[in-house]
């Protein structure tokens, strides 16, 4: 089957999965959903506002390769009435998932206008979760500059970078203090970065990102977290000539793989969170091509397309089932979200209509 046509089918399911997100919360319409296929209407009951918001994005992205869907747009309005409230979207407090791609969902969608208010609400939660001296944070804090899961907790590298992303989307400029302060949050995350030493264990990777300043747990570098770490960089306005940026590509080069995230014990952690990551960085960087470590040339958009083919089920969903249970990838309405964001980055050079991921 063409990969559009697998595409398709993938965002059919996905925006059919939108139509009962918020039917579990008692928030949506009595829609029917008798057209969605059994394994996906059995995964709608575990989704919430971060998930939702999620598939809501993915179909966006994939709406250059599939029709509109009126189901897409009123998951959107229902993600706008959330975020005009102060109210908290997530039980469990893990806000800054939720409201981040919340945000980047609404602006992909607001071809309009109309969610203005909404998406400049989110943006300012997202500013007044930031580590900064109104938080009597100072500079030289290891937590100065970075984004928690939630307000209060630690910053960690992957929440930081994901607030940046809707930041920029939500029209903030490269300039603005909260870029120049999460500059400092992600060199500190790079190994051998300005202002980050040697991990004790005497890891050999240097130029990757790890997850956090003071992490202990995780002290080698992974694929996901070092292509998010080049996302951020490069969306604060960081030149992709600086040297932690070059850093940073030589251990992608070094390290370069699509059969697993690079650099973490368990291959299939993150796996396509890394594909969404990647693919991102490289559109960022204008690199349609990876020479690895043995100075072979991939063409990286053909093969990340292959990988994913081969990974698709039948019914036109993605699970990363040897994935922890506890990590959300092992959930198909996420893993199928984030294959169609990376899939729209690998097309974005061939499909026309696709966007670019800087705003």
Not at 24 to 30: A, D, P
Not at 32 to 55: N, V, Y
Not at 102 to 116: I, M, R, S, W
Not at 188 to 215: L, W, Y
Request: charged share 20%; hydrophobic share 40%.
């Amino acid at each position: 089957m063409h990969i559009r046509n697998r595409i398709a089918i993938a965002a059919a399911s996905t925006a059919c999965l939108l139509t009962g997100a918020f039917l579990v919360r008692g928030e949506g319409s009595t829609t029917s959903l008798g057209d969605i296929k059994p394994m996906l209407h059995e995964q709608r009951s575990g989704i919430g506002c971060d998930q939702a918001a999620l598939t809501a994005l993915a179909a966006l992205k994939a709406r250059c390769f599939f029709p509109a869907s009126p189901r897409v747009d009123a998951e959107l309005d229902q993600l706008a009435t959330l975020l005009s409230s102060d109210a908290r979207l997530m039980p469990d407090g893990r806000e800054t998932f939720a409201v981040a791609v919340a945000t980047l969902a609404l602006a992909e969608g607001n071809t309009d206008g109309k969610y203005g208010f909404e998406i400049s609400r989110a943006a300012e939660r997202l500013q007044q979760s930031q580590w900064s001296s109104a938080r009597a944070c100072d500079p030289e804090d290891w937590r100065f500059g970075g984004v928690g899961y939630h307000p209060q907790a630690p910053p960690d590298l992957y929440h930081t970078v994901l607030s940046i992303h809707a930041l920029r989307r939500a029209g903030m400029r490269v300039d603005s203090p909260f870029m120049s302060r999460a500059i400092v949050f992600l060199t500190r995350c790079q190994v051998h970065g300005r202002g980050r030493a040697m991990p004790a264990s005497g890891s050999h990777d240097p130029g990757g990102f790890v997850i956090s300043p003071e992490n202990t747990s995780i002290d080698r570098p992974c694929g996901s977290l070092t292509c998010s770490g080049i996302t951020g960089l490069v969306l604060c306005g960081v030149d992709p000539e600086d040297r932690r940026i070059r850093l940073a590509t030589t251990w992608l080069r070094q390290n370069f793989t699509l059969d697993k995230n690079p650099g973490m014990s368990n291959p299939d952690a993150r796996l396509f969170d890394y594909y969404w990551s990647f693919a991102t960085a490289m559109n960022l960087l204008n690199q349609d091509t990876i020479v690895d470590d043995h100075d072979v040339e991939h063409a990286w958009r053909t093969e990340l397309i292959d990988v994913l083919r081969q990974r698709q089920a039948v019914d036109g969903s993605w699970a990363n089932l040897a994935e922890s249970a506890q990590m959300s990838e092992s959930l198909p309405c996420v893993t199928t979200s984030l294959a169609l964001l990376a899939l729209a980055e690998a097309l974005s050079d061939h499909a026309g209509s696709a966007p670019r991921s800087l705003p």
